[in-house]
């Protein structure tokens, strides 16, 4: 039986949908190890497989960015990345750039390290990587270890086409637009990263592994055999490097989590009886942190509609959001999105990839309120799927809020229907089975 390990980083974001991976790729039938920071081992014992703890990153998010324990460096960057993002999508992109150029490897050595150590005591046949762990990448190209890269988020994170800079949009939804003047900054800042995150990694592999080619591009550099991209296949995403085969997963959502559990369901009951339609705000682990997003469209929604009930998930603003709470509200600091999904009849949420391939997977309309990184460029499919509506999030008012999300119920669903479906068809179960067959034939396996 071929021995995989799947690394995770430290990020529930990233690590769970990994964890669902690693489980179909048990059920494809390999021997699988998940290995990530020791609060992620019940995500292995979920999946049904083994676990190593391995920590990839100094920084992490187990659920709630701002009540996961970390550096004081880590903590200042939250806040100050949170506090950009009030000014805009240019000055949040700005503000990762220049934090990602501070700390662009993080701990190469010591990565490079453990995962020499984790071979020799757990050796695998192939590995899967998360892409952005971009330490871990490196240690399995100058260990030259086989693996296959794992895209978290939107295709575009892998910048291939002619232009593409690793943190500068593919693609702008219409309600969110910067000016020529603040693109070229993005871009510059952008440029400047590229060109020093390729030098690092070829100044690595020089001291590390001179026997092993130097990547042209850094931040394009993945497993020369197979890529995984939790993402649906959409015609119009960018150009993607040359040489592995692609797997789409059109979503990471676990078979496991249809059911919320007796309280949700409980919830979900009691909102269905004040309000016949029911929607659920969550704006991701990091971003549940805009308290007076989370707020505005909350009361835009109840304003609208009085036949429409909302469960927001408010991360640490709970407390403080507690005031909304009533016969049409529901405030919880976490909640079972996946599993609510399947009771909602329409979602707002930032543009996460997680949030919008669940929102596929369930068939599900969804509010893009998008705010940094990749959201943007998910935002825009979105809106060009037919799978929802985008405002931006920094110009928010209630009233258009609550008439976006009137829309989305009141919509008629065919091109969000013919997505879904083609989203369940490439499902984890499949593309763990495509990944197997990839990884085990070039391995002769």
């Known amino acids: 039986m071929p021995r995989v390990t799947v690394i995770a980083p430290p990020f529930h974001s990233h690590a769970a949908p990994l964890s669902v991976l690693a489980g179909e790729l048990r059920a494809a039938g390999n021997e699988v190890t998940f290995a990530c920071a020791e609060p992620f081992a019940p995500l292995a014992r979920t999946a049904g497989v083994g676990f190593a703890p391995l920590t990839v990153s100094r920084n992490a998010n187990t659920g709630i960015a701002r009540r996961t324990v970390q550096a004081d460096d880590e903590g200042r960057r939250l806040e100050e990345f949170l506090e950009a993002t009030r000014a805009g999508a240019v000055p949040a992109l700005l503000v990762q750039a220049r934090h990602r150029r501070a700390d662009m490897l993080a701990e190469p050595e010591r990565v490079l390290a453990e995962l020499r150590a984790l071979h020799a005591r757990r050796p695998a046949d192939w590995y899967v990587v998360d892409q952005l762990s971009y330490a871990v990448t490196l240690a399995m190209h100058c260990l030259d270890l086989p693996y296959a ?111 919320p559990g007796p309280f949700w369901n409980s919830e979900v009951g009691r909102l269905r009886r004040a309000g016949k339609r029911l929607v659920l705000v969550a704006l991701g682990t990091f971003l549940s942190a805009r308290r007076d997003v989370l707020e505005s ?149």
């Open 297 to 445: 469209v909350t009361r835009g929604v109840l304003a609208e509609r009085n036949d429409t009930s909302v469960i927001l998930a408010a991360g640490d603003q709970a407390d403080a959001l507690a005031h909304l709470v009533g016969p049409r509200v529901a405030v919880a600091a976490t909640v079972p999105q996946q599993a609510l999904l399947r009771h909602v009849d329409a979602m707002v949420h930032h543009g996460g990839n997680n949030s919008f391939t669940e929102c596929l997977a369930a068939g599900v309309p969804a509010l893009v309120l998008p705010f940094s990184s990749d959201q943007f460029s998910v935002a825009h499919d979105a809106e060009r799927s037919g799978a929802g509506l985008c405002l931006d999030p920094n110009r928010l008012e209630a009233n258009t809020a609550g008439r976006a999300v009137s829309t989305l119920l009141d919509a008629p669903r065919h091109a969000l229907d013919a997505l879904s479906a083609h989203v369940h068809a490439h499902g984890p179960t499949r593309a763990a089975r495509a990944l197997s067959e990839l990884m085990r034939g070039l391995r002769g396996l």
């Open 149 to 259: 890269t794992f895209c978290p988020g939107h295709p575009s994170y892998l910048p291939a086409a002619p232009g593409a800079l690793f943190g500068v949009p593919q693609a702008w939804p219409r309600a969110v637009r910067p000016s020529a003047a603040d693109l070229r900054t993005l871009r510059e800042e952008a440029r400047a990263n590229d060109r020093s995150f390729t030098a690092l990694f070829a100044r690595f592999i020089a001291h590390h592994a001179p026997h092993r080619p130097v990547p042209s591009r850094a931040f394009a550099h993945c497993s020369p055999s197979a890529v995984v991209l939790n993402y649906p296949r959409l015609e119009w995403l960018p150009q993607r490097p040359e040489g592995p085969a692609y797997v789409f997963s059109g979503h990471l959502t676990s078979a496991d989590a249809l059911d």
